[in-house]
Protein backbone atom coordinates (compact mmCIF):
# COMPACT_ATOMS: atom_id res chain seq x y z
CA UNK A 1 0.00 0.00 0.00
CA UNK A 2 1.17 3.48 -0.57
CA UNK A 3 2.24 5.65 2.05
CA UNK A 4 0.12 8.46 0.94
CA UNK A 5 -2.63 6.82 1.83
CA UNK A 6 -3.16 6.30 5.04
CA UNK A 7 -1.96 10.31 4.78
CA UNK A 8 -4.71 11.27 2.84
CA UNK A 9 -7.27 9.12 5.27
CA UNK A 10 -5.40 11.33 8.34
CA UNK A 11 -5.77 14.58 6.71
CA UNK A 12 -9.11 14.37 5.13
CA UNK A 13 -11.06 11.92 6.79
CA UNK A 14 -14.63 11.76 5.31
CA UNK A 15 -13.91 12.88 1.87
CA UNK A 16 -12.11 10.02 1.51
CA UNK A 17 -13.96 7.32 0.34
CA UNK A 18 -13.11 3.59 -0.74
CA UNK A 19 -9.55 3.22 -0.82
CA UNK A 20 -7.55 -0.76 -1.92
CA UNK A 21 -4.66 -1.80 -4.16
CA UNK A 22 -6.33 -2.08 -7.76
CA UNK A 23 -5.51 -5.49 -9.58
CA UNK A 24 -2.39 -3.87 -11.22
CA UNK A 25 -0.58 -3.47 -7.92
CA UNK A 26 -1.31 0.31 -7.64
CA UNK A 27 -3.41 2.18 -5.06
CA UNK A 28 -6.33 3.73 -5.53
CA UNK A 29 -8.26 6.24 -3.54
CA UNK A 30 -11.32 7.42 -3.92
CA UNK A 31 -12.68 11.38 -3.15
CA UNK A 32 -15.50 12.69 -2.80
CA UNK A 33 -15.90 14.69 -5.54
CA UNK A 34 -16.51 18.33 -3.85
CA UNK A 35 -13.39 17.94 -1.97
CA UNK A 36 -10.96 16.81 -5.07
CA UNK A 37 -9.29 20.23 -5.98
CA UNK A 38 -8.18 20.30 -2.15
CA UNK A 39 -6.91 16.57 -2.37
CA UNK A 40 -5.45 17.47 -5.48
CA UNK A 41 -3.14 20.33 -4.44
CA UNK A 42 -2.41 18.51 -0.92
CA UNK A 43 -0.88 15.73 -3.25
CA UNK A 44 0.85 18.21 -5.63
CA UNK A 45 1.89 21.20 -3.23
CA UNK A 46 2.69 19.23 0.17
CA UNK A 47 6.68 18.73 0.36
CA UNK A 48 6.22 14.82 1.38
CA UNK A 49 4.33 13.97 -1.34
CA UNK A 50 5.02 15.82 -4.31
CA UNK A 51 2.87 14.24 -7.26
CA UNK A 52 3.82 16.28 -9.70
CA UNK A 53 3.14 14.64 -12.80
CA UNK A 54 -0.80 13.54 -14.10
CA UNK A 55 0.10 10.27 -16.43
CA UNK A 56 -3.26 10.11 -17.02
CA UNK A 57 -6.52 11.28 -16.73
CA UNK A 58 -9.71 9.55 -18.05
CA UNK A 59 -13.36 8.08 -16.99
CA UNK A 60 -14.80 5.04 -16.87
CA UNK A 61 -18.42 4.14 -17.24
CA UNK A 62 -19.14 0.25 -16.21
CA UNK A 63 -21.75 -1.96 -17.80
CA UNK A 64 -23.31 -2.28 -14.47
CA UNK A 65 -25.58 0.30 -14.65
CA UNK A 66 -26.00 0.57 -10.51
CA UNK A 67 -22.13 1.23 -10.76
CA UNK A 68 -20.91 5.04 -10.84
CA UNK A 69 -19.22 6.45 -13.25
CA UNK A 70 -15.49 7.13 -12.53
CA UNK A 71 -13.33 9.92 -13.54
CA UNK A 72 -9.46 8.57 -12.89
CA UNK A 73 -6.37 10.25 -12.45
CA UNK A 74 -3.22 8.75 -12.28
CA UNK A 75 -0.30 10.45 -10.43
CA UNK A 76 3.46 9.81 -10.34
CA UNK A 77 5.77 11.31 -8.02
CA UNK A 78 8.82 11.25 -10.05
CA UNK A 79 11.60 11.90 -7.43
CA UNK A 80 10.00 9.36 -4.90
CA UNK A 81 8.47 6.63 -7.80
CA UNK A 82 5.36 6.26 -6.61
CA UNK A 83 2.22 6.43 -8.45
CA UNK A 84 -1.25 6.55 -7.13
CA UNK A 85 -4.67 6.11 -8.47
CA UNK A 86 -7.30 8.50 -7.43
CA UNK A 87 -10.79 8.49 -8.30
CA UNK A 88 -13.98 10.66 -8.14
CA UNK A 89 -17.64 8.47 -8.70
CA UNK A 90 -20.37 10.45 -10.26
CA UNK A 91 -23.97 9.25 -10.65
CA UNK A 92 -24.77 8.55 -14.52
CA UNK A 93 -27.57 9.52 -14.04
CA UNK A 94 -26.81 12.82 -12.62
CA UNK A 95 -25.10 15.99 -13.01
CA UNK A 96 -22.00 14.95 -14.10
CA UNK A 97 -19.90 17.75 -12.41
CA UNK A 98 -15.98 17.92 -11.35
CA UNK A 99 -13.77 20.74 -10.65
CA UNK A 100 -10.94 20.78 -13.27
CA UNK A 101 -7.27 20.10 -12.30
CA UNK A 102 -6.20 22.44 -15.43
CA UNK A 103 -4.97 24.83 -13.01
CA UNK A 104 -2.53 22.35 -10.82
CA UNK A 105 -1.21 20.44 -13.90
CA UNK A 106 -1.50 22.48 -17.05
CA UNK A 107 -1.65 19.04 -19.15
CA UNK A 108 -5.03 17.72 -17.74
CA UNK A 109 -6.06 20.62 -19.90
CA UNK A 110 -6.78 18.64 -23.31
CA UNK A 111 -7.30 15.24 -21.65
CA UNK A 112 -10.54 16.86 -19.71
CA UNK A 113 -11.48 18.06 -22.69
CA UNK A 114 -10.92 14.44 -24.60
CA UNK A 115 -13.49 13.12 -21.28
CA UNK A 116 -15.90 15.94 -21.53
CA UNK A 117 -16.17 15.15 -25.45
CA UNK A 118 -16.14 11.58 -24.56
CA UNK A 119 -18.56 10.84 -21.69
CA UNK A 120 -19.97 14.81 -21.28
CA UNK A 121 -18.21 15.14 -17.76
CA UNK A 122 -17.93 19.02 -16.89
CA UNK A 123 -14.92 20.46 -15.07
CA UNK A 124 -15.92 23.55 -13.29
CA UNK A 125 -13.00 26.12 -13.80
CA UNK A 126 -11.67 24.53 -16.52
CA UNK A 127 -10.34 27.32 -19.27
CA UNK A 128 -11.33 26.12 -22.41
CA UNK A 129 -14.10 23.53 -22.16
CA UNK A 130 -14.56 22.44 -25.65
CA UNK A 131 -14.90 18.99 -27.57
CA UNK A 132 -11.41 17.96 -28.64
CA UNK A 133 -12.11 14.65 -30.80
CA UNK A 134 -15.50 14.95 -32.42
CA UNK A 135 -16.19 18.56 -33.76
CA UNK A 136 -17.72 21.66 -32.20
CA UNK A 137 -21.52 20.96 -33.63
CA UNK A 138 -21.40 17.14 -32.90
CA UNK A 139 -25.18 16.94 -31.74
CA UNK A 140 -25.49 13.31 -30.74
CA UNK A 141 -24.30 13.17 -27.38
CA UNK A 142 -21.00 11.25 -25.88
CA UNK A 143 -20.22 8.62 -27.99
CA UNK A 144 -18.61 6.46 -24.70
CA UNK A 145 -21.74 6.71 -22.89
CA UNK A 146 -23.29 3.35 -22.41
CA UNK A 147 -26.64 4.45 -23.68
CA UNK A 148 -25.03 5.42 -26.29
CA UNK A 149 -25.81 3.36 -29.76
CA UNK A 150 -22.27 2.14 -31.48
CA UNK A 151 -23.78 3.42 -34.61
CA UNK A 152 -24.61 6.75 -33.74
CA UNK A 153 -28.24 8.54 -32.76
CA UNK A 154 -29.15 9.66 -36.11
CA UNK A 155 -29.45 8.13 -39.59
CA UNK A 156 -25.99 7.67 -41.78
CA UNK A 157 -27.31 10.23 -44.04
CA UNK A 158 -28.03 13.22 -41.43
CA UNK A 159 -24.26 12.08 -39.82
CA UNK A 160 -22.94 12.63 -43.55
CA UNK A 161 -24.93 15.86 -44.11
CA UNK A 162 -24.30 17.06 -40.91
CA UNK A 163 -20.09 16.52 -40.95
CA UNK A 164 -20.44 18.03 -44.58
CA UNK A 165 -21.78 21.37 -43.63
CA UNK A 166 -18.84 21.73 -40.83
CA UNK A 167 -16.11 23.54 -41.78
CA UNK A 168 -12.98 22.73 -41.62
CA UNK A 169 -11.38 25.95 -40.78
CA UNK A 170 -13.78 26.52 -37.65
CA UNK A 171 -12.38 23.51 -35.83
CA UNK A 172 -9.99 25.52 -34.02
CA UNK A 173 -9.63 28.97 -32.32
CA UNK A 174 -7.58 31.37 -33.88
CA UNK A 175 -4.88 30.96 -31.08
CA UNK A 176 -4.76 27.13 -31.54
CA UNK A 177 -3.36 28.40 -35.39
CA UNK A 178 -0.20 28.26 -36.30
CA UNK A 179 -1.41 30.97 -38.76
CA UNK A 180 -2.49 33.29 -36.10
CA UNK A 181 0.34 35.54 -36.90
CA UNK A 182 -0.63 35.74 -40.56
CA UNK A 183 -4.29 36.81 -39.79
CA UNK A 184 -4.27 39.97 -41.66
CA UNK A 185 -3.10 38.01 -44.75
CA UNK A 186 -6.01 35.44 -44.90
CA UNK A 187 -8.72 35.58 -47.26
CA UNK A 188 -11.47 37.99 -46.06
CA UNK A 189 -14.46 35.40 -45.47
CA UNK A 190 -11.71 33.08 -43.89
CA UNK A 191 -10.81 35.88 -41.30
CA UNK A 192 -14.74 36.73 -40.72
CA UNK A 193 -15.40 33.45 -39.93
CA UNK A 194 -12.44 33.33 -37.31
CA UNK A 195 -13.88 36.67 -36.11
CA UNK A 196 -17.20 35.58 -35.62
CA UNK A 197 -15.93 32.41 -34.16
CA UNK A 198 -18.74 30.53 -36.18
CA UNK A 199 -18.20 26.72 -36.20
CA UNK A 200 -20.25 25.42 -38.86
CA UNK A 201 -23.45 26.26 -40.89
CA UNK A 202 -25.87 23.81 -40.86
CA UNK A 203 -28.88 24.24 -43.12
CA UNK A 204 -32.14 22.87 -41.95
CA UNK A 205 -33.28 19.73 -43.48
CA UNK A 206 -37.34 19.18 -44.35
CA UNK B 1 -2.04 2.71 -83.14
CA UNK B 2 -4.14 0.59 -85.40
CA UNK B 3 -6.03 -1.19 -82.19
CA UNK B 4 -7.29 1.89 -81.69
CA UNK B 5 -8.43 3.83 -84.38
CA UNK B 6 -11.14 2.53 -87.26
CA UNK B 7 -8.47 2.15 -90.21
CA UNK B 8 -9.77 1.60 -94.05
CA UNK B 9 -7.34 0.88 -96.33
CA UNK B 10 -8.09 2.32 -99.35
CA UNK B 11 -7.38 0.70 -102.89
CA UNK B 12 -4.55 -1.29 -101.07
CA UNK B 13 -2.75 1.89 -100.70
CA UNK B 14 -0.78 1.91 -97.56
CA UNK B 15 0.47 5.44 -97.39
CA UNK B 16 -3.33 6.75 -95.65
CA UNK B 17 -5.99 5.83 -93.02
CA UNK B 18 -9.45 7.37 -92.46
CA UNK B 19 -11.34 7.83 -89.36
CA UNK B 20 -13.37 10.36 -87.75
CA UNK B 21 -11.81 13.68 -86.09
CA UNK B 22 -13.64 13.03 -83.04
CA UNK B 23 -12.17 9.50 -82.83
CA UNK B 24 -8.16 10.78 -83.37
CA UNK B 25 -8.84 13.47 -80.83
CA UNK B 26 -9.99 11.19 -77.90
CA UNK B 27 -7.87 8.49 -78.41
CA UNK B 28 -4.80 11.50 -78.27
CA UNK B 29 -6.51 13.10 -75.27
CA UNK B 30 -7.11 9.81 -73.42
CA UNK B 31 -3.85 8.37 -73.77
CA UNK B 32 -2.76 11.46 -72.61
CA UNK B 33 -4.65 11.66 -69.60
CA UNK B 34 -4.21 8.09 -68.75
CA UNK B 35 -0.70 7.81 -69.08
CA UNK B 36 0.30 10.87 -67.08
CA UNK B 37 -2.45 10.52 -64.22
CA UNK B 38 -1.02 12.71 -61.34
CA UNK B 39 -2.14 11.29 -58.08
CA UNK B 40 -3.37 13.45 -54.82
CA UNK B 41 -2.30 10.75 -51.97
CA UNK B 42 -4.87 11.30 -49.49
CA UNK B 43 -3.57 8.96 -46.93
CA UNK B 44 -5.42 8.47 -43.79
CA UNK B 45 -4.08 5.02 -41.78
CA UNK B 46 -1.98 1.68 -43.23
CA UNK B 47 -3.33 1.88 -46.51
CA UNK B 48 -1.20 4.86 -46.96
CA UNK B 49 1.98 2.50 -46.13
CA UNK B 50 1.03 0.36 -48.57
CA UNK B 51 0.37 3.40 -51.02
CA UNK B 52 4.54 4.16 -50.05
CA UNK B 53 5.61 0.99 -51.11
CA UNK B 54 3.22 0.91 -54.28
CA UNK B 55 5.61 4.37 -54.88
CA UNK B 56 8.79 3.36 -54.10
CA UNK B 57 11.11 1.77 -56.14
CA UNK B 58 10.33 -2.47 -55.87
CA UNK B 59 6.70 -1.51 -57.49
CA UNK B 60 7.57 1.91 -59.05
CA UNK B 61 4.32 4.02 -59.92
CA UNK B 62 5.95 5.81 -61.84
CA UNK B 63 5.97 2.96 -64.65
CA UNK B 64 2.34 3.75 -65.13
CA UNK B 65 3.23 7.67 -65.22
CA UNK B 66 2.24 8.72 -61.83
CA UNK B 67 5.92 10.00 -61.32
CA UNK B 68 5.00 13.12 -59.77
CA UNK B 69 2.91 12.79 -55.93
CA UNK B 70 0.85 16.24 -56.05
CA UNK B 71 0.25 16.80 -52.93
CA UNK B 72 -1.88 20.20 -53.84
CA UNK B 73 -4.99 19.55 -55.29
CA UNK B 74 -4.85 22.40 -57.91
CA UNK B 75 -2.26 19.97 -59.90
CA UNK B 76 -4.00 16.72 -59.37
CA UNK B 77 -6.05 14.19 -61.46
CA UNK B 78 -6.50 11.39 -59.33
CA UNK B 79 -7.61 11.56 -55.49
CA UNK B 80 -6.43 8.25 -54.00
CA UNK B 81 -8.05 7.51 -50.71
CA UNK B 82 -5.98 5.56 -48.64
CA UNK B 83 -7.38 4.75 -45.48
CA UNK B 84 -10.48 5.16 -43.29
CA UNK B 85 -12.29 8.52 -43.25
CA UNK B 86 -14.10 10.21 -40.49
CA UNK B 87 -17.11 12.41 -40.46
CA UNK B 88 -14.58 15.16 -39.39
CA UNK B 89 -12.53 15.00 -42.48
CA UNK B 90 -15.68 14.30 -44.71
CA UNK B 91 -15.31 18.12 -45.50
CA UNK B 92 -11.62 18.20 -46.04
CA UNK B 93 -11.55 15.33 -48.95
CA UNK B 94 -15.01 17.39 -50.16
CA UNK B 95 -12.88 20.43 -50.44
CA UNK B 96 -9.87 18.67 -51.91
CA UNK B 97 -12.01 16.69 -54.34
CA UNK B 98 -14.03 20.32 -55.32
CA UNK B 99 -10.42 22.39 -55.69
CA UNK B 100 -9.04 19.44 -58.17
CA UNK B 101 -9.48 20.77 -61.85
CA UNK B 102 -11.15 18.45 -64.60
CA UNK B 103 -10.86 15.84 -65.65
CA UNK B 104 -10.35 14.14 -61.92
CA UNK B 105 -11.18 10.81 -61.06
CA UNK B 106 -10.95 8.89 -57.23
CA UNK B 107 -9.91 6.33 -56.05
CA UNK B 108 -11.46 4.46 -53.34
CA UNK B 109 -8.22 2.15 -51.68
CA UNK B 110 -9.06 -0.32 -49.12
CA UNK B 111 -12.02 -1.87 -47.18
CA UNK B 112 -11.94 1.29 -44.97
CA UNK B 113 -12.59 3.98 -47.83
CA UNK B 114 -14.78 1.80 -50.02
CA UNK B 115 -17.32 0.63 -46.90
CA UNK B 116 -15.90 1.97 -43.99
CA UNK B 117 -14.55 -1.81 -43.35
CA UNK B 118 -14.44 -2.55 -39.72
CA UNK B 119 -15.33 0.65 -38.27
CA UNK B 120 -19.29 0.38 -38.70
CA UNK B 121 -19.41 3.11 -36.09
CA UNK B 122 -20.53 6.21 -35.05
CA UNK B 123 -17.49 7.98 -36.28
CA UNK B 124 -17.03 6.76 -39.48
CA UNK B 125 -17.76 7.87 -42.90
CA UNK B 126 -19.18 4.26 -44.34
CA UNK B 127 -17.71 4.64 -47.90
CA UNK B 128 -16.68 7.73 -49.45
CA UNK B 129 -18.46 7.33 -52.28
CA UNK B 130 -21.24 8.93 -49.53
CA UNK B 131 -18.99 11.83 -50.16
CA UNK B 132 -17.32 12.12 -53.60
CA UNK B 133 -18.24 9.77 -56.74
CA UNK B 134 -15.62 7.07 -57.05
CA UNK B 135 -14.39 5.48 -60.03
CA UNK B 136 -12.42 2.83 -59.09
CA UNK B 137 -12.63 0.68 -55.65
CA UNK B 138 -9.53 -1.46 -54.49
CA UNK B 139 -10.48 -4.38 -52.06
CA UNK B 140 -8.11 -5.00 -49.37
CA UNK B 141 -7.32 -4.66 -45.93
CA UNK B 142 -4.86 -3.37 -47.03
CA UNK B 143 -4.38 -3.92 -50.49
CA UNK B 144 -0.97 -5.30 -51.84
CA UNK B 145 0.47 -2.58 -54.55
CA UNK B 146 -0.47 -5.70 -56.70
CA UNK B 147 -4.14 -4.36 -56.28
CA UNK B 148 -3.67 -0.76 -55.89
CA UNK B 149 -1.82 -1.24 -59.23
CA UNK B 150 -4.26 -3.32 -61.15
CA UNK B 151 -7.25 -1.12 -59.49
CA UNK B 152 -4.58 1.67 -61.57
CA UNK B 153 -4.44 0.05 -65.03
CA UNK B 154 -8.57 -0.45 -64.86
CA UNK B 155 -8.65 3.28 -64.16
CA UNK B 156 -6.51 3.73 -67.10
CA UNK B 157 -8.92 1.52 -69.04
CA UNK B 158 -11.59 3.37 -68.43
CA UNK B 159 -10.10 6.70 -68.78
CA UNK B 160 -9.36 5.50 -72.87
CA UNK B 161 -12.94 4.39 -72.96
CA UNK B 162 -14.46 8.14 -72.56
CA UNK B 163 -15.25 10.56 -75.19
CA UNK B 164 -15.20 13.90 -75.16
CA UNK B 165 -17.72 14.49 -77.44
CA UNK B 166 -20.02 12.31 -75.56
CA UNK B 167 -22.42 14.80 -73.73
CA UNK B 168 -24.01 11.72 -71.25
CA UNK B 169 -20.55 10.69 -70.38
CA UNK B 170 -19.06 13.91 -70.16
CA UNK B 171 -17.93 14.00 -66.23
CA UNK B 172 -19.91 15.94 -64.29
CA UNK B 173 -19.21 18.59 -61.68
CA UNK B 174 -21.72 16.69 -59.50
CA UNK B 175 -21.69 19.64 -57.07
CA UNK B 176 -23.60 18.87 -53.25
CA UNK B 177 -27.42 19.52 -53.31
CA UNK B 178 -29.51 22.16 -51.06
CA UNK B 179 -28.96 19.56 -48.35
CA UNK B 180 -25.32 19.67 -48.98
CA UNK B 181 -25.31 16.20 -49.75
CA UNK B 182 -24.33 14.74 -53.08
CA UNK B 183 -26.72 11.46 -53.50
CA UNK B 184 -29.96 11.38 -52.15
CA UNK B 185 -30.35 10.52 -48.35
CA UNK B 186 -31.99 7.25 -49.18
CA UNK B 187 -29.48 6.01 -51.40
CA UNK B 188 -26.85 7.11 -48.38
CA UNK B 189 -28.68 5.95 -45.80
CA UNK B 190 -28.80 2.24 -48.14
CA UNK B 191 -24.76 2.28 -49.09
CA UNK B 192 -24.18 2.51 -45.42
CA UNK B 193 -26.21 -0.43 -44.35
CA UNK B 194 -24.22 -2.34 -42.34
CA UNK B 195 -21.84 -5.17 -43.61
CA UNK B 196 -20.22 -8.51 -43.49
CA UNK B 197 -20.17 -9.35 -39.50
CA UNK B 198 -21.26 -6.14 -38.46
CA UNK B 199 -25.18 -6.98 -39.89
CA UNK B 200 -25.21 -8.86 -36.29
CA UNK B 201 -24.56 -6.25 -34.51
CA UNK B 202 -27.75 -3.31 -33.53
CA UNK B 203 -28.34 -0.31 -34.36
CA UNK B 204 -29.54 0.64 -30.70
CA UNK B 205 -27.43 0.00 -27.84
Known amino acids: MNPTVPALQATFGDAIGRVGGARDGLSVAVVAAGRLRDVMRWLKDTPEQRYNYLVDLTAVEYR ?30 GELAVDSVTPLWAGANWLEREVYDMFGVVFAGHPDLRRILMWETYAEGYPLRKDFPLRGRFSRSEQVRQALNTSPEANYSLEELSIAEAFDELPPDMRERLRRGERARIAESE | MKHVLETKEVSGSPNFHLTRLEKLIDWAVNQSRANSLWPMPFGTACCAIEFMATAASRYDLARFGMERQAFSPRQ ?54 TIVPVDVYVPGCPPRPEGLLYGILLLHKKIKGESLFDAVRRRDEQPLDEHGLRLPPAEIDEISEPFGNSVHQFRSA
Do not use: H
Open chain 2, 76 to 129: ADVLICAGRLPFKLAPVIRRIYDQMPQPKWVISMGACASTGGIFDNYAMVQGID
Open chain 1, 64 to 93: DRERPLEVVYQLRALERKLDLRVKVELDPQ
